[in-house]
């Protein structure tokens, strides 16, 4: 009896896993309002993360962000 209880208590747990993944998120922005800063205001470090790039020396050119993301 007790492995029905807890293949029950683990369907409960995966039900309300996938109704919580359904749910609409609010999303919280962290940038301060009416800030006028751009994208040449901004640094980052390159790929192998030794040097520092200022995106000012973009400016005038055409430049293409891909954001990949994994989690």
Do not use: W
Not at 46 to 58: A, D, H, P, Q, R
């Amino acid at each position: 009896m007790a492995g029905r209880a807890s293949q029950g208590a683990l369907l409960l747990a995966a039900v309300l896993g996938i109704v919580e993944a359904t749910l609409p998120q609010k999303a919280v922005c962290t940038q301060p309002k009416n800030t006028s800063a751009t994208i040449y205001d901004y640094s980052l470090k390159e790929i192998y993360g030794v040097k520092t790039l200022n995106m000012s020396m973009f400016e005038g050119q055409v430049v293409l962000f891909v954001n990949v993301a994994t989690f």
